[in-house]
C-alpha cells in the first residue's frame, strides 16, 4: 500500500458541488426556492430541476449520518417514538433527524419539504417512508409515483403508459401548484440531454474495472463516484462536468498500470477481484473498506452502484421522449429489476470483469435487496462454478456491525479464493 | 344439515390441510380446470373462477410445518412466511397448481415470485402490480392489463374463454361470499359468544382452498346455526387485531387472546375475503371494468396500500366507531415492515382518540404465550375496571 492520499480533481469538485447544493438548501427558506424531497433510486431529479426546484434526497441524509456516527442516535430517537427496531434503519434515522430538529449531517439545517415526490422504485419501503414524513410534515402536498415492478423481465407499454399518465396527471400538475412554474417541456429535454452523457460516461468509467489492476474499486469508491448523479445533479452541465474529469483521471490511471485509491494510499498489488452484491454498511464505513483493501482485494463490479439507475443493459434516457424516457429509467434501477435479471447482470459482472469471487454483503434493513439473495448466490455458485461469500451487516445502525464475525468470514473467503487460485494453477 | 361442531371441525381440517387435497381433487374431475396459488393479501378471485380455474390461498406453513430447508433461502431478520412457502415448495405440496399470483405488497413477497420464478414453479408466475394511484383515469387501464394477463395465462392452459357472462356469475357468487362473511362477523359482534373468533377463522379460511360454491353453502348453515344462541356469554372486553394480514397468526395465538379476557370482534388475519367493502356492480355490461373499479373505490384499508386522500388512521377510528370495540391489539409478524411502519401513525390516532391499544410481534410457528396471555390479561382488566367506554368524534 502506498501512503499518502493526494486528492484527485474530481474529488475537490465533487466536494464543492455538495457544498454548493447543501448551502442552497440551507437558504431555500430566503430564495424561495421550493425543496422536494425524493429517494436515489428512479430519482426524476431532471424534472424537479425543470421547474426550479432543489431535491433532498432522505436516504442521503441517512447514509451521511451513519457515515458521520450520528445515526444511532437518531435510531434510538425514533424507536423512542413508536418505530420498531425490525424495520428500515433508513427511515428511523430519517424521523429521528426530523425529531432532532431536521439538523443534516452536515450541520446545516435541512429545510422542510414543500413538496413529497414519493417517486417509489424497487423498495415498498420508501411509501411507508413518505406515508411517516407526510404526517410530519401535515399539509404538504404528496406526489405519487407508483414505478411498475419488471417481474417478467422486461418493461411494456402499457407500464410505461401508466407511468406518464402518473406523470402528466398527478405529478406535473402538483409540482407546477407548488413552484408556480408551468410545465417546459423544453428545459425538461435541456436536463435530459445532460444525463445522458452522464449516462454514458458512468458506463464507460465502470467498465474500466476490466483492466488489470482495475483503476478503481467498483463498490467502495464507486458510491462516491454515483453520489453527484443519485444527490442532486442528475441532468446538471455541473454532472456532466464531474464525470467527464473523473473519467480523465481514470484513464491516466489506467495507462500508468495504477491500481485503486483507498483512504491510506493506492492498492498496490491486486490479489482478488471481486463482484459484491448489497448496499454497504456506512457506519463503519472505513473499517469495512480496510477489511478489503488490505487484502488486496478490489471490487471489479457491484450491484449497489447501479441502485440510482442501471446502465449496462443499454438504457440511456431519451431527451426526444422526455416522460416517456423518465418512466424506462425508474423502471430500470437495479431493485426494480426481477431476481433473473439480477441473476444475469450479476453473472455478465463476474464474466466481464474476471472476478475471482462474489460476494453478498446482507442488509438487515433491506429487504429489496435481502429478500432472495441467498438464491441468487446459490444460482451464480451453480452457474459460473465461482466461490461465493456471505457477510451480513446493516445500512445505518451501528448496533448491527459486527466487525470481528466480518473479519472472520471474510478471512475465510479469501482463504478461499487463495487456494482456488493454486488449485487453477 | 350437519351441526356447528361439525362444520368447524371440517372448516379446521379444511383450512390447514397444507397438501390442499380438496382443491385438487376438484381440479382431477374436469381436464379443464387450473389452480392458482394466492399469496396475501388480496387478489379477485373471481377471474380465476371464471376461467374455470380455483384461486387457493398461500398463507405458510403456519405451526403445522417443521421448517428445515426453507431457513437456507433466508435471512434471520426475514419474516416467516416466505420460508415456509419455500419449505412447502420444496416438499411438493404445490405439485399440481399451474400458476401462482403475488400480490404487490411488500418486498419480500415481490422477491419470493422471483425465487419461484427461479425455481421454475407453475406454469406461470405473476407479480400483481395493484396500482396505488386510485383515479380510475390513471390506473383503471393498467390495472386491467394486469388482470387480463393472469386471463392470458390461464386460456394457454385450458383454453377457457372468459366471456362476460362468465366474469358477471362469479363477481356473483363472490359478492355472496362477502355478503355472508359480513354477516358471519356482524353477528359475531353481537353475539360473540355464539363462535370463538377461532372458529370464525377456520370457517374464513377454509374459503380459501375450497370452490366458492362450498364456501358459501358453509357460511349459510353456520349463519343459520348461529341465529339461534349457543354459548353462554362471558364479561369479556371487545378488541379488534390488527397488524396480521400476511404472515398468520398461530390459530394458538388467536385463541389466547380470547381466552384472556377479549372477545376479537373485528381482525385484519384474512382481510383478502373481505377487501372489497360492499359489493361489486355487476350492471356496466363490463365486469372486467366492475372488478376494477372495485378495487379503486372500494377497497379497504391496509399497510400495504398508500391511499394519500383516504388516510388509513381515519378508516381505523370509523371501523372502532362501527365494531364499537374497547381497544385495540396491535399484533403484528416480526420484522413485518408494511404492519410495523404503520404503527406510530395507527397508536397515534389511538393516542389522539383515547383509544386503547397494546401492541406485540408474533412469527406465524410461536408455540409460547403466556407472556402474551398476562399481557393481554392486563390490558382487558385495566379497560373492564378502570376505563370508559371508547367515544371518537370528529375524524
Known sequence: MSTGVAKEKSMIIQKEMIAQLSKELSMAKDTGKKVVYTFVPGNISELILSFDMLPVYPEINALQSGMRKKSEGFIRGAEKHGHSEDVCTYVKCDVGMMLAGNIGPNGETVPPPDLLLLSYTGCFTFMKWFETLERLYPG??????????????????????????????EVIPKMEKVSGKKYDEEKLKMHLRNSSKVEESIIKIFDSTKNRPSPIDAYFAGVYYIGPINNGFRGTSEAVDYYDELYKEIMVRVQKGLGPITPEGEIEEERFRLVVEGPPNWTHFREFWKLFYDMGAVIVASSYTKVGGVYDMGFRVNPDKPLESLAEYCMNCYTNLNLNQRVDLLSNCITKFHADGFLVNSIKSCNSFSAGQLMIMQQLERKLEIPVGFIESDLVDPRYFSYSNIKNRLESFFQMLEQRKLMVK | MDTPDVIIRKCEELAFDLNFTRAKEWKAQDASRVLVGNMPIYFPRELVHAANGLCVGILGGGDKKLIIKGDAYYQSYICHMPRSIVELVLDGHFEGFDGFIFPSICDVIRNLSGMFQLMGKGTFVKYLDYPQNFSASVSEDFYINELQYVLDQIYAINKVEVTAERLKNSIQLYNKNRSLITELYDIRQQFPWRLTAADVYHIVRAGYVIPVEEHNEILEAMIQHIQVDRGKPVDKIKVMVMGAFCEQPPVGLIKTIEMAGCYIIEDDFLLGARWVQGDIETTSGNPMHDLCMAYLEKSTFSS????????????????????????????????????????????????????????????????????????????????KLWDEPVVINNL
Open chain 1, 140 to 169: 404538504v402536498p404528496v406526489a405519487l409515483l407508483h414505478t411498475p415492478y419488471q417481474e417478467a423481465g422486461h418493461i411494456t407499454p402499457e407500464m410505461t403508459a401508466y407511468m406518464v399518465k402518473q406523470l402528466k396527471e
Open chain 2, 304 to 383: 400495504s396500500v398508500y391511499d394519500v386522500n383516504n388516510p388509513k388512521e381515519n378508516r381505523l377510528m370509523e371501523l372502532i366507531k362501527k365494531r364499537k370495540v374497547d381497544g385495540i391489539i396491535f399484533a403484528a409478524p416480526s420484522f413485518c415492515d408494511p404492519a410495523l411502519l404503520d404503527h406510530p401513525i395507527l397508536q397515534k390516532a389511538c393516542n389522539d382518540h383515547h383509544v386503547r391499544f397494546i401492541s406485540f410481534l408474533y412469527s406465524e410457528n410461536t408455540g409460547q404465550f403466556k407472556v402474551i396471555k398476562e399481557q393481554v390479561g392486563t390490558f382487558s382488566d385495566s379497560i
